[in-house]
């Protein structure tokens, strides 16, 4: 046995038992607190000393490796679990029956939170980042490749781009076969919908014709993506099975740099890469984060999914992944009985004993939801999906899973309930200093001594594992605007699992101007409860001295939640986007020749998209209007490209000029071309992973927060002038003109 293979084993063993050694040693802290008496100075003592612990150990990099990096984690979670049984022995108290109702959902919001925490802390102990495995050098060895691009209603030009850049995937022609499966384009569709079907039908047949690739589709739309996977399934037959949401165009390596891992391990069954994606969502653009902070989707692939992956629990996400086809029947293909039939897949090939291999490098590039409300309709499919999970599969006492897998399957189909929490988080101070209930039995010192060090030590160890991924409060911040339009979808779930029906998430919309979106009213309704309950908190310690520690305490946490609400509104207007192609940060020379002026330049590459690439170089002659270029780049693998453009706009800074060049593809070919120069070079996408991945700057955090807030009160008093005074002034004048109605019929009567 090799070093390498014998690593590999220890590993694993480790992997078999530290779920059995975390719950022992938890339930031997457990034990141990309960014997421990200290008094109130005491517990303030030793719960500040472990945070100033944490403080100090994070700054040393070997503390992030394991054994140390375990050390560290249970550190922080002893101080989460002193809070928990301090909270639970002396804070819930009886004093009524609506208190008691409140007290006990602010504790369950609690300790859902803190056991979701525990949980991510458990997955993130120890992340494997999987790195590439070579294949034979002989492919003549390698397996045939089905690459599959569901669409149902996107623009013909989104999957031209994602059919066009597959057709160059660096693998060997005769065994790639790619295929667009329309089901759109359906024979019941043509029959339902008339000439809109019947014209996408042609559309994409002429398309795929047009491009070489394979058309398939069926007769009707039964289980949604998941019957249409099933049903190319049965009509293609490689050995493995790459799926490409329709959007998510692939880079020419993704193929080469996952294959081997099937060809390594029989017992893989699919391998998933990251999703990517080139432009922001709109949380992310309405509040103009995106080129500065880490992505919303940052943590789940960049910090969870290779925790996951040492539990071989990381799962397969719908697109950009490659499954083996002889796995895949094993389960009866993909899995449609919940809406998420991408994690449903996943956990019936876990419970079969096959394995899932995550590769960290993005190597697809995508589009997110360009509206709110597109958004809002993703993650509620999300949602109802992982619930049904939980329902229908539920990962914790079905068959076939190790227990650490239990645990991972479980976390993940758990965390969708944030929305319950994040509501009683918002509402449960304001209910104090509104309508007096009672739901948090606690003094000042007893907060300091047990709550202050149990929050910022979990602030701490969220930094510690997701840091780079995930800045402070920005998980507060996105989950907390998607928490109220979550709750509805939830419930409908648990009332009835079978329910929930598959929701395709738009993409590629354009707006032409400032929209605000129509799920801004919650949030209005909730941040108007806020407004009211800060003036109640200076009533209620003048007049009620004996509540002052609890009302200083609600009162912090309500101007908190206040803040954040504020800050949260810039989410629902909606930008203008008004661009075909989304414009992606980019980085590198190129060089630069001019016809007219019969000169060869050396430019800076700033940002390239599908039909533009912005340019920086410097230069005395003046351009002509619309300035014909030919540009010369290679990528990273070394290929080489000849483009052709005209300069569309520049402007002169300082001693460079700095110009928008509008790429030109007159024929198939330069077409192809230029998708792969765009698209295909996967170092470009690790490259703005890598510019992002750096820990927050508190300065950068508060000048957010202030910005945000600000811009936040203006558009809080644009959704109350859109959803309070508005319909307030039109049911005023339909009622005035009813009365004027009224008034000439009685003249009328009187004359008569």
């Known amino acids: 046995m090799g070093l390498r293979e014998t690593d590999e084993a220890l590993r694993r063993r480790l992997v078999d038992a530290l779920p059995y050694l975390g719950l022992s040693a938890v339930l031997l802290l457990f034990l141990h607190l309960q014997r421990v008496h200290l008094t109130l100075a005491d517990q303030f003592v030793v719960g500040w000393a472990l945070v ?8 040393f990099d070997r503390v992030r490796k394991p054994p140390l990096r375990i050390i560290f984690i249970l550190l922080s979670v002893f101080l989460s679990t002193r809070y928990v049984l301090w909270r639970t022995r002396e804070t819930l108290v009886y004093t009524g029956p609506a208190d008691c109702l409140g007290m006990l959902a602010l504790y369950a919001a609690e300790m859902y939170a803190i056991a979701l925490h525990l949980l991510g802390v458990f997955t993130s102990i120890w992340p494997l980042e999987h790195k590439v495995m070579p294949l034979p050098e002989d492919p003549d060895l390698w397996p045939s490749v089905d690459i599959l691009i569901p669409t149902y209603n996107e623009p013909k030009d989104i999957v031209r781009v994602t059919a066009t ?13 790619v295929w667009i499966l329309d089901d759109g384009g359906t024979v019941a569709k043509r029959a339902g919908s008339g000439a809109s079907a019947w014209e996408r039908h042609y559309d994409f047949r002429r398309l795929a014709a047009d491009l070489g690739v ?18 190319a399934l049965s009509h293609t037959s490689g050995d493995l099975v790459l799926i490409l949401d329709c959007d998510h165009v692939p880079a020419r390596d993704i193929l080469k740099n996952t294959v081997g891992w099937f060809l390594k391990d029989r017992k893989v069954a699919f391998v998933q890469t990251p999703h990517f994606f080139i432009n922001p969502n709109p949380i992310e653009k309405n509040l103009a984060i995106f080129r500065d ?53 996943a956990l019936a090939l876990h419970r079969r004993g096959y394995k899932s291999v995550y590769i960290p490098r993005p190597m697809v590039c995508g589009l997110s939801p360009e509206t709110f409300d597109d958004l809002i309709v993703q993650k509620q499919r999300w949602a109802q999906g992982m619930v049904q999970i939980l ?68 602030i701490v160890l969220t930094g510690f594992l997701y840091g780079r991924y995930r800045w402070p409060f920005f998980s507060e911040f996105f989950e907390g605007i998607q928490s109220l339009f979550l709750l509805p979808v939830m419930f409908s779930v648990l009332a009835n699992p079978r329910k929930p029906s598959f929701k395709v998430t738009p993409k590629g919309k354009n707006l032409e101007g400032e929209v605000l979106s129509s799920f801004a009213w919650p949030f209005l309704i909730l941040v108007t409860i806020l407004l009211f309950a800060v003036p109640a908190a200076a009533y209620r310690w003048v007049q009620l001295p004996m509540f002052r520690d609890i009302t200083a305490i609600t009162f912090v946490w309500c101007v908190f939640n206040l803040i954040l609400g504020l800050a949260s509104f810039g989410a629902f207007l909606e930008t203008k986007q008004v661009r075909r192609y989304h414009r992606m940060w980019a980085d590198g020379k190129i060089q630069l020749y001019l016809p007219r002026l019969n000169l060869r330049l050396e430019a800076d590459v700033h940002d390239v998209s599908l039909c533009g690439i912005g340019l920086s170089f410097k230069l005395k002659e003046k351009l002509a209007a619309l300035e014909h270029v030919m540009l010369e780049s290679r990528n990273s693998f070394g290929r080489k490209f000849e483009l052709e453009g005209r300069v569309s706009r520049h402007a002169q800074r300082g001693s460079r000029l700095f110009c928008g060049v509008e790429l030109l593809f007159a024929d198939k070919e330069k077409f192809a071309q230029t998708v792969e120069f765009v698209y295909g070079d996967s170092q470009r996408w690790a490259d703005f992973w890598q510019r992002k991945t750096r820990p927050a700057s508190l300065r950068w955090i508060f000048r957010f927060v202030v910005r945000s807030a600000s811009a936040g009160i203006r558009v809080y008093l644009m959704a109350v002038r859109q959803f309070v005074f508005a319909p307030a002034l039109e049911r005023l004048r339909a009622a005035f003109e009813r009365l004027r109605a009224r008034s000439r019929r009685g003249v009328a009567s009187a004359g008569a």
């Open 293 to 345: 902070a880490p992505s919303e989707n940052d943590m789940f692939y960049r910090g969870i999914h290779p925790g996951l992956d040492l539990w071989n629990s990381s799962y397969f996400c719908g697109s950009a992944a490659i499954l083996r086809r002889t796995a895949l029947a094993e389960v009866g293909g993909i899995c449609g009985e919940t809406i998420t039939e991408d994690c449903e897949t």
């Open 52 to 59: 100033a612990v944490l403080f100090v150990l994070k700054r």
């Open 391 to 458: 329902i229908l599969n539920n990962p914790l006492f079905g068959k076939g899973l190790k227990l650490y897998q239990r645990i991972c399957y479980f976390n993940s189909c758990l965390y969708w309930f944030f929305g319950v929490s994040r509501v009683v988080f918002y509402v449960a101070p304001a209910a104090f200093l509104l309508f007096s209930l009672k739901v948090y039995f606690a003094s000042v010192p007893q907060v300091l001594a047990f709550a202050l060090p149990h929050v910022i030590g979990s």
């Open 165 to 177: 850049a597959a057709l160059h995937i660096d693998y060997p022609r005769e065994k790639l076969n």
């Open 214 to 231: 394979g058309y398939i589709t069926r007769e009707k739309n039964l289980r949604a993506k998941a019957g249409n996977l099933n049903h």
